[in-house]
């Protein structure tokens, strides 16, 4: 019997435990997490140069820290970025919140510099440049931990939760919740090597299985009658330009955070998780859906910036089903880049055509994605999204000239799950009693910075 069951060793689940016992709290904490351990997350593309697809669980986005491992490792310092967790908290004590927790990775090791605070001067042309075009620019300071030193970071405090006698389950899944009436008792759960399950029942039990998970825990919801609605599903490309077009931008912000509404059909649209000398990567979700994602390195550097372009989709009766919609445009997208990621060149997009591999190979950008598929990715793409990240592609370029340029790179499917939005309390309880839901999954964030809040809150609360 534990006081507290943790689905999920993601930034969430981890700031949880964390923070109890930075309460010198003396209860007994067990984290299940499906992958391993931070030491043995390895991905076999370094040596490959392709995917090779990995069972039962793809490294990059399973295990400890979950895919923040594996991510540009970007901290967001300010509450108006990483989701809506802000509406639930309130936006003076969730900023309180986020310096708090960015304090704690200050004691792990992350770099002290923060990006994206000086150089005002530039940084008002830069805005005035995004005014002009119709655009947001929403200033956020940015502390980059780096893919490496991300996983150094995460590993130290994967050793601190170790020692401090939190016990880790690695290579455990999460079968289904134990309810007793309207009580939440704990999980059941499997080693995926071995097939082999086990019931755990706990005080509390809390879900923090990231984007991941988020498909699973909708159904969980739905069969348990957990609280929930349909949220929002953000459909985009990964875009990939040369770093002298992006140089402007990248020096002064690191990362521009640009939001419009394009016509005609004024869906928000948004620029996320900017690279600057970064890489283009593949995730691979337990489907076999093969998704584009990005990250760069503190020291190894690409010639290239890449960053995603998403377009949020919002439905409403009778269709309650956002995650599903977004993965059959990613399994369409898949199949036909027989289950590669899609690369098309923008310039191709308006002229009408699919893009060759022998004209990647004359350009000015080489994709650092090497095992993408060169093709035509408006083929899969609903028209919709296709022509609102268009218009925001050329909203962007007078903000950033050359940025809808013949020669840049589309990377699709870019997909983001965390549409199912639970109904919480401010203590993150559930209408299923000692059932906490936290992190991307709950609907609630978007990224580390927010998860880790929501983590760091619940630890709170429990300790």
């Known amino acids: 019997?534990?006081?507290?069951?943790?689905?999920?060793?993601?930034?969430?689940?981890?700031?949880?435990?964390?923070?109890?016992?930075?309460?010198?709290?003396?209860?007994?904490?067990?984290?299940?997490?499906?992958?391993?351990?931070?030491?043995?997350?390895?991905?076999?593309?370094?040596?490959?140069?392709?995917?090779?697809?990995?069972?039962?669980?793809?490294?990059?986005?399973?295990?400890?820290?979950?895919?923040?491992?594996?991510?540009?490792?970007?901290?967001?310092?300010?509450?108006?970025?990483?989701?809506?967790?802000?509406?639930?908290?309130?936006?003076?004590?969730?900023?309180?919140?986020?310096?708090?927790?960015?304090?704690?990775?200050?004691?792990?090791?992350?770099?002290?510099?923060?990006?994206?605070?000086?150089?005002?001067?530039?940084?008002?042309?830069?805005?005035?440049?995004?005014?002009?075009?119709?655009?947001?620019?929403?200033?956020?300071?940015?502390?980059?931990?780096?893919?490496?030193?991300?996983?150094?970071?995460?590993?130290?405090?994967?050793?601190?939760?170790?020692?401090?006698?939190?016990?880790?389950?690695?290579?455990?899944?999460?079968?289904?919740?134990?309810?007793?009436?309207?009580?939440?008792?704990?999980?059941?759960?499997?080693?995926?090597?071995?097939?082999?399950?086990?019931?755990?029942?706990?005080?509390?039990?809390?879900?923090?299985?990231?984007?991941?998970?988020?498909?699973?825990?909708?159904?969980?919801?739905?069969?348990?009658s957990i609280g929930h609605q349909p949220g929002t599903v953000d459909i985009g490309v990964r875009v990939e330009v040369r770093n002298e077009i992006m140089e402007a931008v990248n020096d002064v912000l690191y990362e521009s955070k640009l939001i419009g509404y394009p016509n005609p059909f004024r869906n928000k649209v948004r620029t996320f998780c900017q690279n600057p000398g970064g890489f283009v990567s593949q995730e691979n979700y337990d489907d076999d859906l093969a998704v584009v994602n990005g990250h760069s390195y503190k020291e190894l550097k690409s010639e290239n910036t890449n960053l995603a372009i998403l377009c949020s989709h919002n439905f409403n009766e009778p269709f309650n089903q956002p995650i599903e919609y977004a993965k059959k445009i990613g399994e369409l997208t898949n199949m036909l880049g027989a289950n590669k990621i899609l690369v098309q060149r923008y310039g191709d997009i308006l002229d009408g055509k699919r893009t060759w591999q022998k004209e990647l190979t004359r350009s000015n950008i080489k994709p650092t994605l090497p095992d993408a598929v060169a093709g035509d990715i408006t083929s899969a793409m609903p028209y919709r999204t296709m022509l609102n990240i268009i218009n925001f592609i050329q909203a962007v370029d007078h903000v950033v000239p050359g940025f809808a340029g013949t020669e840049t790179l589309l990377y699709s499917p870019e997909l983001k799950f965390y549409s199912n939005r639970v109904k919480m309390d401010t203590n993150f309880n559930t209408n299923i009693k000692n059932l906490h839901s936290l992190g991307d999954s709950s609907g609630w964030t978007r990224g580390l910075m927010m998860a880790s809040v929501m983590g760091v809150l619940m630890g709170k609360t429990l300790s």
Not at 151 to 164: D, N
């Open 1 to 224: 019997m534990y006081d507290v069951l943790i689905v999920g060793a993601g930034p969430a689940g981890i700031f949880t435990a964390l923070e109890m016992l930075r309460n010198k709290s003396e209860k007994k904490i067990v984290i299940i997490e499906k992958g391993m351990a931070i030491e043995n997350r390895h991905c076999p593309k370094t040596k490959t140069k392709k995917c090779m697809n990995c069972k039962p669980y793809c490294h990059i986005t399973t295990g400890f820290s979950g895919a923040g491992a594996f991510s540009d490792g970007k901290l967001s310092l300010s509450y108006e970025v990483g989701g809506e967790l802000p509406e639930l908290i309130g936006a003076d004590f969730a900023q309180q919140m986020i310096n708090y927790t960015d304090s704690i990775y200050l004691e792990f090791g992350a770099d002290t510099k923060i990006e994206g605070i000086s150089e005002t001067d530039k940084i008002k042309d830069i805005r005035k440049r995004a005014i002009q075009a119709g655009l947001k620019l929403v200033d956020c300071p940015i502390r980059h931990l780096g893919t490496e030193k991300a996983q150094e970071i995460y590993h130290r405090i994967q050793i601190y939760l170790l020692e401090h006698g939190v016990e880790i389950l690695f290579s455990h899944s999460c079968e289904n919740i134990i309810l007793d009436e309207n009580m939440c008792k704990g999980a059941v759960v499997k080693n995926v090597l071995t097939g082999e399950s086990q019931t755990i029942y706990a005080n509390n039990t809390i879900v923090t299985v990231g984007r991941r998970g988020a498909l699973w825990f909708e159904k969980l919801c739905l069969e348990h």
